[in-house]
């Protein structure tokens, strides 16, 4: 076997291995800025999971946004009945069920009632107004305007015999690239699955797919709850490396997890991260040197890859094959 083959077959554990030795070559600025952007990795995979059906979500930060108000609120309140372990696990847990419950009611009602394409993408950004505004409406209790703050670090171990904080720079560092690792495998395999079979069909021709008997609606709810989850889950881990706020659920976070999408390469796992890390960094280096332009220039460059490269970064990569939106080598 080659060794362009080796890395086909173990690019992923290649990839981590990278990241995993990255802290030791640099500061903890850059650490942390690491940091943050495979968290928005992981949001940029919520959204491909769902996009992979078909259906662009315009207002997809609301469920990263309702992941960290419900990690930072449950740490807030409830860590002063449960130890901070126990709310950070309890704080997880909501973290997911919170998005997970508001993706099923949303996908119920507009799927079987027969809502898609634009229109759904449209209620979605209704949606993240809505919640945007009732954040800040609720200053009493999510800190309105000002953002959420006073919660502790949370703590992770099991409560009562040993918990470690999750403080500095290497610690939430870790944590997110597992829980990175951890999103990107079980999304392969879901995609992989007969469902990601159906849900491919879904975005082909769900007219054809109906007349074998299948439930449409019923595969759209179903790859929105889990992509809720991993959005949820998303918000959950920033917590830990960033302030939260009501930006966090609006349509300019929306929006940017759309350009790192696009940008990276739809119908593939690994261009949405390419594109997250890409954008992110491009967005620093230019922020620095054009505090003017850089916003100019985003632009510019997001509408170039848009019309002259549709397929993204991994567009740049021809030998590769998508199957079931993953890539594959020939």
């Known amino acids: 076997m080659g060794c362009k083959s080796i890395f086909k077959r173990y690019y992923l554990a290649f990839v981590v291995f990278i990241l995993a030795i990255f802290p030791l070559f640099t500061d903890s600025y850059n650490i942390g800025l690491l940091s943050r952007f495979l968290v928005f990795a992981v949001a940029a ?74 229109y759904f993408g449209i209620v979605t950004m209704a949606l993240s107004l809505i919640c945007q505004k009732l954040v800040i409406a609720s200053i009493n209790f999510t800190g309105g305007l000002n953002g959420l703050s006073g919660y502790p ?29 951890i999103v990107f495998l079980l999304s392969k395999k879901v995609l992989r699955s007969p469902f990601g079979l159906m849900v491919q069909a ?27 989850a991993i959005g949820g889950l998303a918000g959950a881990l920033y917590v830990p490396v960033g302030f939260i706020t009501h930006d966090l659920l609006g349509i300019s976070f929306s929006t940017q997890i759309l350009v790192w999408v696009c940008v990276g390469g739809r119908g593939t796992l690994i261009g949405p991260i390419l594109g997250t890390l890409v954008v992110n960094y491009l967005q620093v280096y230019l922020s620095g040197v054009m505090s003017d332009l850089w916003l100019l220039i985003i632009g510019i460059f997001f509408i170039a890859v848009i019309m002259f490269k549709p397929d993204g970064i991994m567009g740049f990569f021809p030998q590769q094959k998508r199957v079931n939106g993953i890539d594959q080598g020939k």
Request: glycine content about 14%; overall charge positive; aromatic content about 16%.
């Open 45 to 118: 995979l919520s959204l491909e999971m769902f996009w992979y059906s078909g259906v662009a979500s315009f207002g997809h930060a609301v469920f990263f946004g309702l992941g960290s108000y419900a990690m930072g609120l449950t740490l807030k309140y409830l860590s002063i009945y449960l130890s901070v372990g126990s709310a950070t696990l309890l704080g997880f847990l909501l973290a997911i069920i919170v998005p997970v419950a508001v993706g099923f009611l949303i996908g119920y009602f507009l799927f079987y009632g027969r809502v898609t394409g634009v």
């Open 153 to 181: 670090r949370p703590r992770l171990g099991i409560p009562g015999l040993f918990e470690i904080e999750i403080k500095g720079d290497l610690v939430p560092y870790y944590l997110i690239l597992i829980g990175l690792s």
């Open 202 to 228: 879904i975005r082909n021709n769900e007219q054809r797919l109906e007349t074998f008997g299948f439930n449409v609606p019923k595969g759209k709810v179903l790859i929105l709850v889990i992509s809720s």
